[in-house]
Every structure is written in C-alpha cells, then in structure tokens.
C-alpha cells in the first residue's frame, strides 16, 4: 500500500495525513459514538484535486469517507474500523466562490462552515436562513450531503430548498460542473437532489449555488404557555393564517425541557409567571419594522389567549430578549446532556398526527418503562420533533447507567415502529449514516430499497462512495 | 400481437382502446406539432390497474408512453409512429384521495386536472399555487412528470416544491408507495425528485401528496410602466425587499406583446395613459385584507416612480380589474398565435443577466434577421422568459410562411448558443420531450449525460419507459 500511497501523494496538492496522531480528529465523530481507522486522511484545496484523490481511489479500489465539520449526529462521515478506507475531508476547500445580489446566489465551495455563509450573505444584505446548533463548525457541503433542517424550515425549507446548483465529484473521479443559479431549469433527471441527502454515497460535493433571501427588516419571538400539544396545533393553525410567510419559526417544549435548562443554564430562566406543561417559541419576521412586528404578534397572541389556546406569553422587546428567549430553546439539547445518558428519536410525523402521538407514545412509555423521564421538543411547524428520554432523576448515578443504556433499543424500536404506523419518518433531520441504515432499512418497502440500491449500483458501480452508510452494506450490490 | 392485446385486456380494469377511431386524440399532441402510432391506448382505473399494464408491457418488451391531459408543449406525451408502443392515460384515476387541513396537504390521483386540484383546496379554505394556461385541462400527474412552472414560482416553487410524496409504478411495474404527507424526511436517496421532471421515463407517477398553502385574505395587481428591462430588474429588487414573501407574481412583457394582445383580443386595453416599450405585472397577496395590500403596493409604487424606475402605473380596485391586468399577461401567446408562425423559447437566466441578455440578443437578431419580431414576456422573477418571434408584419401572408418556418433552427441555435453562454438553461419549465432533446444534449456536459443515462439504465433497463424522451434514444443503452 506504501507505493499506491506515495501514488496519491503526488496525484494531488494539498495535505495527506498518515501519521496515527494526525488521522485521529477525523477517525471519531464528536459526540464519541464512532471510532474507526483509515489509510490516510486526504485534504485537497481544490474541487479538481477532490477529483484527483477519487480517481486514485477508483484506481486501487480503496473506499472513500467524504468529511465535512465532523458534526453529524450519525455516525455518516465516521470511517470503519477495517483501516482500508480512506478520509477526505472538505474543510480546505473554503472559499466563497461568487456572490450574485441581484440573482440572489450566493456560490461557495463544501469546505465554507454554514456560519460564513450566513456571514456572507448578511454582508451583502442577504439572508441565507439555513441555521442549526453546529453551525460555527459544520459545513455546507455537510449540510447538503446529509440535507439538514434547523430552525427555520417551515419558512424556507431544507439544505434542499435552498440550494440551486451543485458541483460534484462522481465515484469515477469526473467533476460534475451544476453550478446553475437558476430558479427554473427543466433540462433531464434531477441529479441535484440526488446528491443532495445522499450522504456522500453517490458523489463528494464540492461546491454549491445557493439560494438567498431578503434579510427581515425586524423579527420579534413570543414565549407562549400552551395546555398540550392540541393546542399548541391549532396555534400553528392560526399563526399561519394570520401571518403567512411572516411565521419563520414555531417550536414546542415541554416544561421538563425548559427545567432542564434552568437547572444547567444560570442565566436561562422561564419568562412567565407560572408553570405550564407545555410552550411554543414563535417567531415573526417582518419586512416593515419592529413596531410591525409586535403588533402582528401581539394581535395573534390576544387571538389565542380569547381562544384559550395559550394560558399566558412574553414577547421580546430587544434583541438581548430575543436571544435570551431563543436561548431556552437551543440549550436544552446540551443541557439534556450535561443530565446524564440519553435515549435520542429525530422523529417526523404528518403534523395532524402529533398531538395524538405524544399522548398516545407517553402513556405507552409511561407503562413500560415507568419513571424515565420525555425530553420531547422540536420543529413543530414542520412535524419534526425530538422526542428523546432521559434517565428518571433518582436513577442518574453510574450504577444505573447500563440499564439504562440496555433500554435504548426497545425504545428506540417502539418509538419509530409508532412513527412509521403514523406515516412518519426516522430521520427527520439527521440522516440515517450508520446510526439509523438498518432501523430504516427494516421500515422500508422492498420496491424502495430496490429502488435506491439500483441507484447506489449505477452510479458508484464498485461500491467505494461512503460504503455501510445509507444502505446496509450487504445489499449494495445486489441489484 | 393480437393475443398480447387480448392479453392485456385480461390484465386490468378500465378502457383499452384499439380501434383508430378512438386512438387518434391520444396520438396527436394539442398543438398538432407530433402525431405518432400506438398498438393501443390503456386507460386504467387505478394504481394497482396501472402495474398491471406496465408488467404486460415488460413482460411483451412493449414501450409505454405515459399521458396526462397532452398538452405538454415538447411532445414527451406522443408516441412514435412506429406503432409498437402502448400510449397508457392516467385521466381516469381522477379521485381526491384525501384532505388534511392542519398538515396541508392533498393527496390526489395523477389524472385530477389542475384546477380539481386548486378547486379542492380552495373549498377547504386552502391555496395549491400552481398556476397555469393549461390547467382546465392538464393533470397533476403531467405537471409533476414535467415538473411544471407557472406564474407563481416566485413565490411558491415549480411542481416539484409543491410535492410532498409520490407514488408511482416502476419500470418492472411495481408500485412504489412514497406518498409521505411530511416536510422533513431524510431516509434515503430523493426517489420523489427524481421522478418528478422524469417525463415518464423513469416510472409512472400515479398520485401524489401536495403541500398547501394558506389562502391569503387579498390580491392585488399593479401594471407598471417601466423604460426598459434594466429597470424592471431595480423594481424586482426594490419589491422584493419591501414586499418579501408578499410578492407572489412578477411578470415583464414588451410593448410588442401588449399590441398583439389588444389587436387580437376584443376587450384589451392598455390599463396607461401612455404607451411604454417594457411593461411588468406584480402581484401582492397579503394576510391582512385588501386595503393593507393596496397600501403596501401603493408605498411600493411610489418609491419607483420617485427612482424612475417606473414611468407610470394601474393599480387593480377590484376583482374585475384584477382579472383584467392578469388577461393582458395570460392572453400573449394566444394573440402570438393568432398572429400567425410562431418561434419560441422556453428559457431561464440568472436574473442578474437578464438584461443584457435582452439587450444584446436583441441587436444580435435584428442584425441577423432583420423585420421578425421579437414577442419577449415571461416570469422575470423566476429568470424565465418566453422568447418568441412572430413574423414582420408585413410577412403574414402564406406565401412568406416557409420562409419564416426555416429560420426556427437557426434562431434556436442562436439564441440558446447564448442562454447556455450566459449560465442559462434552454427549457425552463416546458420540459425537453422530443422538442429540446437534441439540442439540449449538444450543450450538456459529457459527465452530466453520462450520469443521466446511469440513472435511466438503471431504473428503465430495457428501455421501455417513454423512449426518445428527454435523453437521445441511441445513448439510453451505452452504459
């Protein structure tokens, strides 16, 4: 292997990290769920050099694991443990390649974390809304391989809804040049979108085309004290049908959530008088001003309070209440952490089905597995909840923590068993990596899984792009 | 064959039409550009019947073509005139399946028109925002197929934004079932965007789950003077950032156009004082009510008649005058048509080049072909224009028609020689069917066609899908 590696050290410029301590950040993901080995990791700075390094893959039959921010939540960009493979990470491709106000296109390569596209676009007067936790780290061509959603989605949609055109490199080692600002372009197959999602089975993303709005002129958020999740639906009704467009965000949070963060933020503390079961964070972006804003807000919330559909709210007056009440939504992911072990679903359901789901899933968890505590919060403007557990309080010491783990799987199986008799989904946000391949795969039609086998066999014939992710390892080549 | 036929008449529910008679619709595209040959015309009832006929056509190695309402204006829905192929209509799976109003969606058959489908929204107090000429007569199967655009985008996307989940019937005839009601799903390669813009190649689309939108309290329209394309351009942007997802239909159309629509429709008029050489047509759909839309065009307004951006303008007071302005748009290429020969082009640009775009292919044409006239209208704010040419005025009669005819090739070349130049794309929303094939492959690169014709041998591997449509039909095997 020496010599094939002295091969690829001269097919390319950039780095090669073959020394053990060198590979090691890009061999284990960051939550320290996965751990593998590689040959090498290969850092090209450029989308002909990316095409460089799959060429010699292609060449020796050796594997490659596309990488981007190393901030994937399963396992997608972590290598295996067979030290065959190789890691290509993205990160020194990081240029902002063209910014087109008047087209509203921003073209970046994949190694540009999302935060300098956010940057970008707001130096120029534009909003590229796309926005989630890992966002300093994460990168765009991470965010497009594993199309991520965030915060804002029920406004402008996914990675996918924001993205015009792609360059890309094909398992053969070709760049695929579909750099195209276009907003309507009806020219044969959407390979776009088949990029897009495919977790770096199918191609490595090099560069993309995406798409900018207008920056909001104000946008104000409401902390509102809902009874249940019935209520907080039809909330989400009326906001829609007051505000349209101008609703850029609707969150839900359980009580246990928001005490969570209370207990593991200092400065986080619940804007309301009292306790409710349950909150909505809204959020209203407005092209007028502020004073626009809040009266759009203020009118849908004394809408809500007459239709007793929420008991009581806090409107943010300033952009340091704005964060601060933006602040008790964000947090509760790492304060559920800092609790101790947790038991994690990324759900999607038909948003008419949530409310009967909460109910329904708590009580059946309440029965079995009685005491462990729901941290259920989420995107519900767009159906996707994270409906994770939490040991009960008085089980948080090391003695209890293999019984709590040994507990994952059978709830992780009653959960999305539930999920997929709803319609829903398993990987609303996070993709299926190796996390979730096989719990997907089990979901699965067998006409779907010949259908994306097929695709997976037609583009990447040898099975090098990202293999064992996605799609389980022993039926890639069965088609 | 006979006993193939008899065969297939065993096979499924529904129509099976063989006698020439009852054939000659389906084989005859509504602009009578194609006419081809079938062995017969299939009409099932259902999916499941749908399945069944393709299995018979794999089983027999007989072509299918799929057909919606035909009238697609690329000829992806007539068959050859070889005879051999089956043409399969999917106008008789016209049921509504079902409504949801709080996920918003509508999840309905491939034959229900477009407007069933913006009809069954409406009554459930619902907007489904594809909008087009056709639509008394399309189906959402063929919108979806040919992943149709419409006046609209701007604001809401192509059909292929407007599509939740899919189900469709593969090439081995399998039904796939991909009707997921949900806005977040990352389980696997994007199957649903594949098939949709597919034009039938890839599989058979059998129903859909469409994503509604809220209705909005009131629409206005303004009919704006504007010097020239440049000008337009500056009050795309100013709307955009004043008006935001408010802004829901911005189109542009030369004098030229205006004429000819007065000329051949009876009740036109130009809504201006004065004439102008460009004309645009915004429309703001608004949350509140008809008076808050009113003044937030009138701001709109003011401040580009104080930056000359806009020389004059007419606004709409009531739902007549509303539908008035619209008329003076939609009824352009009915007047182009009836004005006799038509050249078209069905282009997208990055907005930021249109321009030029405008200005130098302009020059370029009167140089080249001096006296033809150029009929330029479109949705600017999707970078989509249509760009037609009728014959000189004084070249209408018969005796000049083949001249005019000849110059189609030449002028296509032309102009899309310079769309692809500038970034473009040569079919925005029309599809490539048999009309922009070929020339649409002479601009592809050779790793994007290679790519296509990957993902049609390995979902269409016999080639049955809708030959000759939208790839050359002697590359659809070279992988």
Redesign the interface.
């Known amino acids: 292997m020496q010599a094939a590696l002295d091969e690829l050290r001269q097919a390319f410029a950039g780095r090669l990290l073959v020394d053990e301590a060198d590979k090691a950040p890009f061999l284990t993901d960051w939550r320290r769920k996965w751990t593998g080995q590689a040959l090498a990791v290969a850092q090209p700075d450029m989308a002909a050099d990316v095409a460089a390094v799959v060429r010699w893959c292609a060449r020796h039959r050796v594997a490659v694991v596309p990488q981007g921010g190393n901030t994937g939540l399963s396992g997608g960009a972590t290598p295996d443990t067979s030290g065959r493979t190789l890691v290509l990470s993205l990160t020194r491709l990081n240029k902002v390649r063209a910014i ?1 106000t ?4 921003l073209t970046v390569e994949a190694g540009v974390t999302l935060q300098q596209v956010q940057d970008a676009a707001r130096e120029a007067g534009r909003l590229f809304p796309l926005s989630l936790a890992a966002e300093g780290t994460c990168t765009i061509g991470g965010n497009l391989a ?2 991520a ?1 965030g915060v804002q ?3 402008y ?2 990675a ?2 924001l993205c015009l055109g792609l360059e890309a490199v ?1 398992a053969q080692g ?5 750099l ?12 776009r ?2 990029f ?3 977790e770096g089975t ?1 191609g490595v993303i090099t560069a993309a085309v995406l798409k900018l709005h ?1 920056l ?1 002129a104000a946008q104000v958020a409401a902390f509102v004290a809902v009874p249940d999740p019935a209520a907080a ?1 039809q909330l989400l ?1 009326l906001a ?7 609703l850029t965000a609707f969150e839900l949070m359980s009580d246990t959530c928001i005490a969570l963060v209370e207990k593991h933020v200092d400065s986080a503390r619940l804007p309301l008088a009292e306790r409710s079961p349950w909150y909505v964070l809204l959020e209203v ?1 407005d ?1 007028v001003d502020e004073a626009h804003a809040s009266a759009a807000i203020e009118g849908l919330l004394e809408a809500a309070l007459e239709q007793e559909l929420a008991t009581d709210a806090a409107l943010s007056a300033t952009l340091a209440q704005f964060q601060a009440l933006w602040a008790l939504r964000e947090d509760i992911s790492e304060s559920q952490g800092a609790e101790g072990r947790t038991i994690k679903h990324d759900i ?6 949530i409310a009967d789901f909460i109910a329904n899933m708590g009580e059946e968890i309440a029965q079995r597995w009685p005491g462990e505590r729901l941290v259920v919060f989420g ?1 519900l403007g ?3 909840l994270h409906y994770n557990l939490s040991p009960a309080a008085d089980r948080l010491g090391p003695e209890h923590r293999a019984a709590f783990e040994a507990l994952e799987k059978p709830i992780n199986q009653c959960v999305h068993d539930a999920v997929v008799a709803h ?10 990596g190796v996390l ?1 391949r096989d719990e ?1 795969a089990r979901h ?2 067998a ?2 899984l ?3 086998q ?6 990447d014939p040898h099975g090098l792009m990202n293999p064992g992710k ?2 389980p390892p022993n039926q890639e080549h069965s ?1």
């Open positions: 087109d008047i087209n509203n296109t594993s199309n959603g989605v029920l406004r949609g996914n996918r809804e094909t070709e760049l695929w040049d579909g195209r600002g276009l907003r309507k372009d009806n020219t044969g197959y959407d390979l979108d088949l897009i999602g495919s199918l207008p909001p639906l009704q829609q049908s007051r505000l349209g467009a101008g972006s092209n999607a359901l038909p948003i008419s089905r995107h767009d159906g996707n319609g829903g989904s398993i990987s609303a946000e996070h993709g299926l979730r997907s699965k039609s006409v779907e010949r259908l994306m097929a695709v997976k066999a037609a583009l996605l799609l088609e």
